[in-house]
């Protein structure tokens, strides 16, 4: 009998995590394989080369290109410092004396006798990373990074924005249907991971940046809202490089949408403790979800569970999330998959499912219409 498929988001408790840290260019490594690092633990580092700063020195002193060096007080491979005289001429009698300062601090990188210009490049730009994430470095990327893995608690949402940050969970509501409102965000939540219920306003992320959380996870959220606290219309872009001091995730979907019993529970078990989050989201392909892990402590031994089904395999059983109407965002669990093709309404036929929904109802789905929550 042949498997079934289909694309889903993982929650679990427990589970290996990998982590690939590379530099944008080559540079050094700073650990060695076998490592146990913390999140915040530069593992990697290089340099951004500097912008260039290009000067007409002929221009400058009406002079030919070839005659530039006369009048240059520095020479190729030369540093100075800004505001620093690099070329004068001698004037009139003394007289009318003409000289130019650097723009910026930088090194001579080039003069040339036949455009009459110097290139002033800037001091390279330091790029580190971190680990992201506790754990031991299972790999080295000669020059360019490292691989961490770790074992931990792993949940993914439909959606988020901004970039890695990581804090301390923090539970602010009783249920996963209570809306997170800005009352609820207190000085506590300072260097917080803030945990919400079915809904997050745009006023909750502002009260949240206030006092300096680092981070909200909720069920949804207003697409209006969105564009309100960015600014601007997101479109189809790729998200997690948002520079707004909080980070962002959405574990339902858009409006107001209760966050799953598993999701919001494994986030209650793991309150007090540190997590890694990344709220960079993209939705063509090479789907990128946006993410929180919380590693276990170092020697807590792994769950064994007696049976593990392939990741993305439909089995009966399976915890679904409808993502398209007329169910829309409800969340349910697969009762049957039959096997044969089944004509719908539209007279097209495709392969279906049949699920029961949290509220007890039977239903039929097509199998493109369901989302696979990994547990």
């Known amino acids: 009998m042949g498997h079934a498929y289909t694309p889903g988001l993982k929650v679990t408790d427990d589970t290996i995590i990998v982590k690939e840290r590379k ?38 002193f009406s002079l030919p290109p070839s005659d530039v060096q006369d009048v240059l007080m520095v020479e190729e491979g030369d540093e100075v410092e800004q505001d620093q005289i690099i070329a004068a001429n001698k004037g009139l009698f003394g007289l009318f004396k003409t000289e130019l300062p650097a723009p910026v601090k930088g090194t001579v990188e080039s003069i040339s006798t036949i455009t009459g210009q110097l290139m002033l490049r800037e001091p390279p730009h330091p790029v580190q990373i971190n680990a992201y994430i506790n754990g031991t470095v299972a790999r080295i990327i000669p020059e360019e990074g490292v691989v961490i893995e770790t074992r931990g608690m792993f949940i993914q949402g439909i959606f988020g924005v901004g970039g890695e940050a990581h804090g301390e969970i923090h539970m602010v509501v009783e249920s996963p249907d209570q809306t997170l409102t800005p009352e609820l965000i207190t000085p506590d939540c300072k260097d917080k991971i803030v945990i919400g219920g079915d809904w997050v306003s745009n006023a909750v992320l502002e009260k949240a940046i206030e006092v300096d959380a680092v981070g909200v996870v909720a ?70 979800r946006p993410e929180l892990i919380v ?10 569970k007696a049976e593990r089904k392939e990741a993305g395999e439909l089995v009966k059983g399976t ?53 696979l929550i990994e547990s």
């Open 295 to 304: 590693p276990h402590a170092e020697g807590v031994k792994r769950t064994e």
């Open 23 to 60: 530099l944008p260019l080559k540079g050094e490594i700073l650990v060695e394989k076998g490592k146990r690092v913390g999140a915040l633990d530069i593992v990697a580092r290089t340099f951004l080369p500097g912008n260039i700063e290009s000067l007409n020195i002929a221009n400058k």
């Open 219 to 288: 069920g949804g959220f207003d697409d209006s809202d969105l564009k309100d606290f960015l600014g601007y219309d997101l479109g189809v872009a790729i998200t997690g490089h948002e520079d707004k001091g909080i980070t962002l995730i959405i574990t339902e979907g858009f409006g107001k949408m209760r966050m799953a019993h598993g999701t919001f529970d494994l986030l209650k078990s793991a309150e007090g403790r540190i997590a890694s989050i990344n709220g960079a989201t993209q939705i063509r392909a090479g789907v990128i």
């Open 319 to 371: 915890p679904i999330r409808c993502i398209r109407e007329p169910y829309f965002g409800l969340l349910g669990k697969v009762t049957e998959l039959p096997v044969e093709l089944t004509q719908l309404e539209s007279e097209t036929k495709v392969r279906i499912l049949k699920a029961e929904l949290e509220d007890g109802r039977e239903v039929i789905l097509p199998r493109a219409n369901v989302e």
